[in-house]
Antibody, heavy 116, light 112 residues
Framework: EVQLVESGGGLVQPGGSLRLSCAASGFTFSSYWMSWVRQAPGKGLEWVANIKQDGSDKYYVDSVKGRFTISRDNAKNSLYLQMNSLRAEDTAVYYC?????????WGQGTLVTVSS | DIVMTQTPLSSPVTLGQPASISCRSSQSLVHSDGNTYLSWLQQRPGQPPRLLIHKISNRFSGVPDRFSGSGAGTDFTLKISRVETEDVGVYYCMQGTQFPLTFGGGTKVEIK
């Protein structure tokens, strides 16, 4: 059974940093593109970033370019999102998802709140 | 960027009756490989999104056959043949043809 479990969310001040993690199991992690998708409270879904199987290709939505970095550790079956220079508008539930064009499996999400 | 527009915003439906959601993209979703990467997701209240349909009309594993997808190019439709209580939630279309990946704004399906 495919499982994706996010962690690392919490309350952070504007301008601060946070690192999200996603632990994957039930499939060969190193064979798949992976993604982060976020959802602001009461709002719709917004794609954040994608990373190729070996980490050699990465894509980001414009609003996070230069501030967020997606990475992975295939030996640990883990996906990460380093978030720097956080803003109030980054407040959202962040989901880890497997990307097979579409997003076929999703985690439960982790809440990031950016507030002073 | 490809803009995905869904209608209606809200769809009150009687149990057992059909529901239909439309999704229009601002440009063709046909990829250079010949596939059209349009998918539909369901998000029940308090739950993460769940994949229903991919490549316009292919039901994902475990999805009931009352869900069906159709369309081509820039116009797509999700249909629920007979709405059940468990179908309440928000439905999103999404394009995976080019980056940035984009979602429709969502359609809320509720029971009358």
């Amino acid at each position: 059974e495919v499982q994706l479990v996010e962690s690392g969310g919490g309350l952070v001040q504007p301008g601060g940093s946070l690192r999200l993690s996603c632990a994957a199991s039930g499939f060969t992690f190193s064979s798949y593109w992976m993604s982060w998708v976020r959802q602001a409270p009461g709002k719709g879904l917004e794609w954040v970033a994608n990373i190729k199987q070996d980490g050699s290709d990465k894509y980001y939505v414009d609003s996070v370019k230069g501030r967020f970095t997606i990475s992975r550790d295939n030996a640990k079956n883990s996906l990460y999102l380093q978030m720097n220079s956080l803003r109030a508008e980054d407040t959202a539930v962040y989901y880890c998802a497997r990307w097979t064009r579409p997003f076929d499996y999703w985690g439960q999400g982790t809440l990031v709140t950016v507030s002073s | 960027d490809i803009v995905m527009t869904q209608t209606p915003l809200s769809s009150p439906v009687t149990l057992g009756q059909p529901a239909s959601i439309s999704c229009r993209s601002s440009q063709s979703l046909v990829h250079s490989d010949g596939n059209t990467y349009l998918s539909w997701l369901q998000q029940r209240p308090g739950q993460p999104p769940r994949l229903l349909i991919h490549k316009i009309s292919n039901r994902f594993s475990g999805v009931p056959d009352r869900f069906s997808g159709s369309g081509a190019g820039t116009d797509f439709t999700l249909k629920i043949s007979r709405v059940e209580t468990e179908d309440v939630g928000v439905y999103y279309c999404m394009q995976g043809t080019q980056f940035p990946l984009t979602f429709g704004g969502g359609t809320k399906v509720e029971i009358k």
